[in-house]
């Protein structure tokens, strides 16, 4: 089993930035990249960026140039991290980890708000 823990978020001004955290603890023998997803109220969840064991990167058009993705790991535990940048209104949303959502259960998800 593998547990998915994110933190980071907050409330922050238009314009601002934020780190998000995950750790990833368990059966994580398997997992060898990571993503951020995302889901804004009422709107299907999306994903945000994704990296690769080997620090291959790919982002969503609607972040490229803003956010950074990146990853370290050790025995236990895999942590992977998204600074965000330039932080729009529209990048409200509860933000989530996963390796792979079809394998792996979602953690509670973290939540950033950007209003003035």
């Known amino acids: 089993q593998v547990v998915l823990v994110e933190s980071g978020g907050g409330l922050v001004q238009p314009g601002g930035s934020l780190r998000l955290s995950c750790v990833a603890s368990g059966s994580i023998f398997s997992i060898y990249g990571m993503g951020w997803y995302r889901q804004a109220l009422g709107k299907q969840r999306e994903l945000v960026a994704t990296?690769?064991?080997?620090?291959?990167?790919?982002?969503a058009e609607f972040v490229k140039g803003r956010f950074t993705i990146s990853i370290s790991r050790d025995n236990a535990k895999i942590r992977a991290y998204l600074q965000m940048n330039s932080l729009r209104p529209e990048d409200t949303a509860v933000y989530y980890c996963n390796a792979d959502p079809t394998l792996y259960p979602w953690g509670q998800g973290t939540q950033v708000t950007v209003s003035s």
């Open positions: 990296i690769t064991s080997g620090g291959h990167t790919n982002y």
